[in-house]
Structure formats: structure tokens, C-alpha cells
């Protein structure tokens, strides 16, 4: 067994020096340059941050921009110059876009995540010394105070009211006291109180300890091997637009064989049905789609931004509306993560207040400051009795003045209880806090009132709370303060201390479950810690619905599978076991978002559909994740769904908007070749509606704010194509009825004139008007355009107007005249052409009607 796994907490600590040759001197020079050879230097391997190629090449991943590569490519192959560079342009201007995007977000976790150096004070030789902490091995001796991060993993053997704060890597939102003594094999990593790991802060106290394990063999190191090993999938997006991909290649490419095969058997030349299946592949692939996606994604990311979440990846603001559970630590997220005063259980509640200000250690750096802008120093709890005392009217300098203090004996592991000795006009007061069970057991009571306030303190326990016993003594300042003063001392009563709920919480968490999404609690708090948050965010806190650590380790994958969906609350947890509930939610088809912020865990947030971390977080957090909140809020979380659920809704709408126009196109050409008629439109006019008269409205369509029925929406399953049954239909159904209307309207006007140029003048600008009047009818799937103000999008108004003009420059000005093939028409044909667009936009109204009146629409 490799020494970094052996049980060192469960042996003696002088058999721990003894194994590695040390001794409480530490280790001399020579035998640490040797330990350095062999066990290599402390420090965490740092993946490289993706250079701005790797970012630039990335944006080439989508199907969508193979398939434009393609075109382009068969374009060039037949000297269609025009077409070619058309289509180059839109794969050029979704990679500038999506490049910087991401650039952007990833210099701005940069600026969030600088990684900070920091020296150790050890022990070699009998000479304390400070040196960097990369450069600590195996059986040095390292000295811990308060203020110090631990500078790897160690086994303690002195130690003086130490504290640890251990939540970046267990989770654990209280500072832990720690002790000398061995404990239990197999005690989990959170109750070895006798370790300290590398990572966390030293927020008390001082200790002495002998280091067991470095670098990437510390539990840190594990963690952060977890995280190498935890690949990432594709989103559900990035999933659904690869069959979106795949389903279009194969359609463009079967009806362009088609056509071809049809041509021949015609007797028509082959490089002439050459180049109508090329202008078939033109008509069905919607050129403008990458683009439009790309500013959706952007415009999201943008608008997440604005409350409070930084979304490093484009991709990621639309996974974030796919969420059906979110998983997320208590701590800093739902409650606002600091130790704060929540109950004073005592008759006398100003007295015992002003003890516990009296009796601590807390400083606060800047009294003259206003409250609200104190920065304290010192141990959370005492910090929090300090405030709590404030809060309640205490006057902090007054107490400090009229009670000065004279004497201390502080807190320690042994006694569990601390006493300070104050001057004040009616002799000396000592003021003491301590454990319950201690202050009780010396407090002057009857064995009836002592075994009621144990009751009480047993019931404050119960609700999660950290309780504190209060009492005081009076007697003469000639007396020397010892332990024995604190026998038959005046109990005053209890202190209850918590991180409580942020204010918006518990509706927070309402809102979550009322968009169908599931919460879920994991934390490495104690399970009644974490039962109490529960209870007060209104959540299920049964014993099936609270899972511990120890009995999720008992577990097999596919038993946890199964239970995963009753377990609401999992306490005690390590990184492994956070990883496995993320997996076991996953392999029941649901989409994972995970908000932690510590590093134990960052595995669970790379393996998560969605990773967030919270801006106070660790680096390594940070690094993992997909989106970042500024604000440590859990309610920006649900923010970020809702963006994440307005940009897939949009981008739906655009899918909508550009198919149904590439659809008619297809079947308009399709149709007259089969009727033997010559192309109503010709590839170049087909590019330009695609490129330009439908980029515009398309691009408009991104800015759409969204409706407040989203949230209300059940999270989409994620085998949903993005091409659902409603919008087949409106794309095909409804795209028919206009084809048979063009073709129709062609045929008439080829037989009564055999003018080819003013028949496909007509058809191109009866297309281009017929794309600007339908944008306003995909504006909204839920309601039908006489139910809002189909003119509320300002931006959409400006590109149909944009549009519109550019079909009038297109017919009248000379070098887009020779440029598109099109002829000048009159007032007759442009009156015509409208109406038959508005006939077109009430059949699509209709259609909609009648799925709105099924409630079937989920857009």
C-alpha cells in the first residue's frame, strides 16, 4: 500500500514520525533534497488554458458549418464565384463572432481565477525556516497557525485550539476543531480531526504536524485527478443539432441525386443537371442558420451576464434551459455563508449577548467604519457573537471600556470552554462560553433545571443549529483566574448559531420546482445540518429522502439509480459520491446542473450537463466549469435557466422561420423541373433570400425577450428533436400550400408571357416578400399575432423594412438587375404579390390557432 493511503489518522503520531524517519526537529537538508527526487515537487498538475487557435479552430466543430464547407466547395468546383463566396462569408462571420465571444469569457475567468503562491513555515533541524510550499516533502514538520493555509496533507501532532476551515474540500461550513489523539480506521476524510489536508485555512489556534503525503498524492490531488479522468460530453443541443445535421445532409443530398437522375432520364445535358443539383443543395440548406445561431448563443450569454452568471462557452447558455435537476451545495448558494446568531435562548437575552461579545476574540479592523462595512478577523462563531451583540443594540466600545479585560483562559479541545476576566465597578466578572455539556455540568443548578436546559439545548441541536452555553461568575479581583472558576458559575443561557437562508431562498427553490425542475441538496454538513436547511426550504426531509455518505457507499450504480429519485438531501458526501449521484441522474436521461464551489467539487461540476461555480469559489472550480455565478446566488441560477430556455425557444424560431423558407425554395424547384418547366428562381436569387432578405428578420429574431410562460414549461426531454411534430408540420404543411400557389402563379405567367427572366423576377420577390410578412407570425409559437403587438420588436421592424428595401433594390437598380438576372415589375405586380404574402401569413396563423387551442406548442 503506497504511504499516502495508509491510515495515519488511526495510529499513535509517534508512530507516524517514527515510519518516516523524522522526528520533531524535522528533517536536515540532504534528506530533503532526496525526498524531493524521489516524491517530485508539491504542487497540482495545471492544465493549460486553450490558446486563442485551439478557440479559433473550435468554432468549426458544427456539422451545420461542414455542411456550408461542403456547398461552398461544389460551388467553387462549378465557377459559381458569387454563390461560393456568399457562403464562405456566413462560415466566416459565425467563426469571428464565436471566437471572440468565447475569448472574451475565457480572459474574464482568467482575470476571476489567478492562482496564488504561498510560502509554509517548517521545521528542518531543530531551525524554523519559511520556504515554498512546492518545496515540502514527506516527513517535514510544518508549523499551522491562524491565517495559514495548510500546505499539504499532514497528520498533527501538537496542537492549541486549532481550527480548520475545511469547506473547500469536504463542504463542511463549519470551522473544525481539531485534536492530537488517532481515531477509528476507516473514519470518513471530514471527521479525521486529527489531518489536516492541503487547501484548507487555519482559522484558529496553532498546531504542529508531520506531512504524510504531497502534490498529486494529497486528497486534493486525488480530487484533482478525478477531474482529468471525468470526460466531457456533447450538450443536448450540440446532440440534437448533429441529427439536425446529419437528417438535412442526407435530405439535400437524396433530392439533389434525385433531380439529377430525373434530368437524365429526360435526355437533358449532364453538366447542366449538374448544376440544378447544386441549385437544389442551395435551396434546402439554410446558409443563414450558423450565423443566427451564433448571435442567439452570444445575445443569451450577454443578457445571463447582466444577472450575475458568466457563461464561458456559447453552447452552455442554451444547455442551461435543457436543466430537469439541479444539484448544488448548501453553503454560500442558498445560504448566505457566514455564521450568523439565530437564537438566544435565555431569560436575560441582553446579557448574554454582551458575554458573548466579552468573552471572544474577534477584531474588528475598521470600528469606526459604518456596520454594514466592518471587516472582521477571527473565528466565524466569535465573529458572529460580536455582530449578533451589535445587532441587538450592544454598543461594542462602551462594553469594551466598562469591562476591560484582565485575564483569559482560552479555548481548547480538552476543557471545551473559554473564560475571560473582566474589571469592572462591582469587582471582576468572568465571562464564560463554552461547550453546553461542560458549562452545564459546572454551572450552580438543581439536577431539575439542569435536565431541562439540556432538553433545551438537545431541541435547539435537532434544528441544525451550533449552540454555544453562556454563564458568568462574579468574584474578587484578587482571586487568581484558573480552571476552578468556572465551578458553580451562573448559567445564563443558550446561543444558537447558524449560516442562515438567503431572503429569497425558500420562493427561489419554489419557483425551481414550478418550472419541473428537481433540487437537489448535497453537502458534506452533518445530516442534521443539512435536514434543518431543508426543512426550512419547505423540502422533503423524511428519512428516505436524506441520504448520508456512508450509506450511499453501499450502494451499486444501478441501486442508486434507482433510488436517486426519492433522495432529496444527501449529507456526509465525498467528491466520489457526488460524482456518482451526478452519473446515476444522467443515466436516468435527465440534464445535470451542478453548483459547488470548492474543489472537492469540481469532478462532479465537469461531469454535470451544466458546471457552476460560485465567483467566491475555488480556482479549480472555477477552471471546470461551464458557467460562473458573480454572485453566489442560487437564484441566479434559475435566471440562467430562464435565459437558457428564451435561447433555445429563439433559436427554434429562427430553425422555423429559415427551413420554412428553404422548403419552399426546394419544392418550388423540385416541382417545375418535374412539370417540365424551366427554375422559377435561379441559385444566385436563392442565395440572396437566403443570405440577405433572411438574415435580417432571422437575426431580429435572436432579440426576442422571451414570454413569461417559459418557467412554467416542464424541462424538455433530451431525446426531443429540435425539429418537433408542430414545427414539421408548419414547415411542410403549411410550405405546400404556398408551393402549389408559386408554382401555380409560375406556370401561368411562363405560358401567357415566355418572358423567363420577369416569371422569375415575380417568384423571387413573391419569396423575399413572403420571408419579411411570415417573420412576424414566428415571433411567438404561444399566442397568435392579433393576441400581442406583433410590432414590439423593434429590431425585427427595422430588418423586414431592411428586407423589403433590399427586394425593391434587387428589381431596380442596374448592377443587382445583372447581378440577381431580375427585370423592373410595376404597381400591379407588387399589389398582387402582397396580398398573396398575407394570404400566406393568415394560412400560418391558422395553423397555429389550432395548436394553441390543443396546448400541444412547448416553443
Given at each position: ?7 495515519f ?51 468549426f ?23 461560393a ?16 465571444q ?123 485527478s ?43 445535358g ?117 455582530l ?15 469591562c ?15 473564560i ?18 461542560k ?55 443558550f ?89 446515476a441522474?444522467q ?6 446542473a ?56 429563439n ?71 429540435i ?99 431580375t ?20 394560412a ?16
Open positions: 500500500m503506497p504511504e499516502d493511503k495508509k491510515e489518522f488511526a495510529i499513535p503520531k509517534e508512530q507516524v514520525i517514527e515510519h518516516f524517519n523524522s522526528s520533531k526537529d524535522g528533517l536536515s537538508t540532504e534528506e530533503v533534497k532526496k525526498r524531493l527526487e524521489q516524491y517530485g515537487k508539491n504542487k497540482l498538475p495545471q492544465e493549460k488554458r486553450a490558446s486563442w487557435l485551439i478557440i479559433l479552430l473550435s468554432q466543430k458544427s456539422p451545420l458549418v461542414y455542411i456550408l464547407v461542403v456547398a461552398a466547395i461544389i460551388s467553387l468546383a462549378v465557377k459559381e464565384w458569387v454563390d463566396g456568399v457562403i464562405l462569408a456566413s462560415v466566416i462571420i459565425n467563426t469571428i463572432v464565436g471566437f471572440l468565447e475569448l472574451k469569457a475565457d480572459n474574464a475567468v482568467e482575470q476571476l481565477s489567478k492562482l496564488v503562491h504561498f510560502e509554509a513555515i517548517v521545521k528542518r533541524k531543530g531551525v524554523k525556516q519559511e520556504v515554498p510550499a512546492e518545496e515540502l516533502v514527506p516527513g517535514d514538520i510544518i508549523l499551522l497557525e491562524a491565517g495559514d493555509k495548510v500546505p499539504a496533507d499532514a497528520r498533527l501532532f501538537e496542537c492549541n485550539s486549532l481550527e480548520i476551515n475545511e469547506a473547500p474540500l469536504t463542504g463542511e461550513s463549519m470551522p473544525i476543531k481539531k485534536q492530537v489523539d488517532k481515531v477509528d480506521p476507516g473514519t470518513p476524510m471530514a471527521d479525521r480531526k486529527n489531518m489536516v489536508h492541503m487547501g484548507t485555512n487555519v482559522t484558529r489556534g496553532k498546531g504542529r504536524a508531520i506531512i504524510i503525503s504531497t502534490g498529486i498524492h494529497t486528497n486534493l490531488g486525488e480530487i484533482a478525478m477531474v482529468k479522468e471525468v470526460k466531457e460530453d456533447k450538450t443536448p443541443l450540440q446532440v440534437k443539432l448533429g441529427k439536425f445535421s446529419t437528417w438535412l445532409a442526407v435530405i439535400v443530398a437524396g433530392l439533389s441525386i434525385l433531380i439529377f437522375v430525373i434530368g437524365l432520364i429526360q435526355g437533358k449532364l453538366f447542366e443537371m449538374f448544376l440544378m443539383a447544386v441549385a437544389i443543395a442551395v435551396a434546402a440548406i439554410p446558409e443563414g442558420l450558423i450565423i443566427s445561431m451564433t448571435v442567439v448563443l452570444t445575445i443569451g450569454m450577454q443578457k445571463v451576464v447582466k444577472q450575475n452568471a458568466l457563461i464561458k462557452k456559447l453552447i452552455a447558455a442554451e444547455t442551461l434551459g435543457s436543466v430537469s435537476v439541479i444539484c448544488s451545495d448548501k453553503t454560500g448558494t442558498l445560504t448566505v455563508g457566514r455564521m450568523e446568531v439565530a437564537v438566544v435562548n435565555a431569560k436575560n437575552k441582553e446579557a448574554a449577548l454582551k458575554l458573548g461579545m466579552l468573552c471572544n476574540n474577534a477584531v474588528i479592523q475598521n470600528p469606526n467604519d459604518e456596520l454594514a462595512k466592518w471587516k472582521m478577523l477571527g473565528d466565524p462563531t466569535e465573529t458572529a457573537l460580536v449578533g451583540a451589535v445587532h441587538a443594540g450592544i454598543n461594542q466600545k462602551q462594553c469594551y471600556s466598562e476591560p479585560r484582565i485575564g483569559e483562559i482560552p479555548f481548547d479541545e480538552d476543557r471545551k470552554y473559554m475571560t476576566q473582566h474589571e469592572t465597578k462591582r469587582g471582576c466578572l468572568l465571562a464564560i462560553k463554552g461547550a453546553p455539556e458549562v452545564l455540568g459546572f454551572a450552580k443548578l438543581s439536577d431539575e433545571d439542569r435536565e431541562k436546559y439540556r432538553k433545551q439545548f438537545e431541541e435547539m441541536t435537532s434544528h441544525g443549529l451550533r449552540v454555544l452555553a453562556i454563564a458568568q461568575k462574579r468574584l474578587s479581583c484578587k482571586i487568581k483566574l484558573t480552571d476552578k472558576a468556572i465551578e458553580d458559575c451562573e448559567f445564563v443561557g446561543i444558537g448559531l447558524k449560516d442562515p437562508l438567503r431572503e429569497e431562498a425558500k420562493s427561489t427553490l419554489e419557483m425551481t420546482i414550478k418550472a419541473g425542475i428537481k433540487p437537489v441538496i448535497i453537502t458534506g454538513d452533518h445530516k442534521l445540518t443539512a435536514q434543518a436547511i431543508g426543512r426550512e426550504l419547505g423540502m422533503p426531509v423524511a428519512d428516505e429522502n436524506i441520504m448520508e455518505g456512508k450509506v450511499l457507499e453501499e450502494l451499486t450504480d444501478e441501486e442508486l439509480k434507482e433510488k436517486v429519485v426519492d433522495v432529496d438531501i444527501y449529507a456526509r458526501v465525498t467528491p466520489r459520491h457526488k460524482l456518482r449521484i451526478i452519473d441522474w443515466a436516468r436521461g435527465e440534464v445535470v451542478m453548483a459547488g464551489d470548492g474543489v472537492n467539487d469540481a469532478p462532479a461540476i465537469k461531469s454535470a450537463d451544466v458546471g457552476i461555480a460560485l465567483g467566491s469559489g475555488t480556482d479549480v472550480a472555477k477552471e471546470t466549469a461551464d458557467v460562473i455565478l458573480l454572485d453566489d446566488n442560487f437564484k441566479t441560477i434559475n435566471s440562467a435557466v430562464e435565459g437558457g430556455r428564451i435561447i433555445y425557444a433559436i427554434k424560431k429562427i430553425i422555423l422561420f429559415l427551413m420554412s423558407g428553404s422548403f419552399t425554395e426546394v419544392i418550388v424547384v423540385i416541382g417545375a423541373l418535374l412539370l417540365g418547366l424551366p427554375l422559377p428562381v435561379v441559385a444566385v436569387q436563392i442565395l440572396w433570400i437566403n443570405l440577405v432578405e433572411d438574415s435580417f428578420p432571422n437575426l431580429a429574431l435572436a432579440f426576442e425577450k422571451g414570454e413569461p410562460e417559459v418557467m412554467q414549461d416542464k424541462p424538455r426531454p433530451k431525446k426531443e428533436p425539429l418537433d411534430k408542430e414545427m414539421k408540420i408548419m414547415i411542410f404543411g403549411v410550405g405546400i400550400f404556398r408551393d402549389i400557389i408559386l408554382l401555380a402563379l409560375f406556370y401561368v405567367l411562363w405560358k401567357w408571357t415566355n418572358d423567363l427572366p420577369y416569371c422569375q423576377t415575380i417568384i423571387f420577390v413573391a419569396l423575399g416578400i413572403d420571408t419579411a410578412f411570415i417573420a412576424f407570425s414566428f415571433r411567438t409559437m404561444r399566442h397568435t399575432i392579433w393576441q400581442r403587438n406583433p410590432f414590439s420588436n423593434w429590431w425585427l421592424n427595422g430588418a423586414v423594412l431592411i428586407g423589403i428595401g433590399l427586394i425593391v433594390a434587387a428589381v431596380y437598380m442596374p448592377f443587382l438587375q445583372v447581378a440577381l438576372k427585370v423592373p415589375l410595376g404597381p400591379v405586380e407588387w399589389a398582387g404579390l402582397i396580398l398573396l404574402a398575407l394570404m400566406e401569413l393568415v400560418m396563423e391558422i395553423v397555429k390557432y389550432i395548436f394553441i387551442v390543443r396546448h400541444k406548442v412547448k416553443i
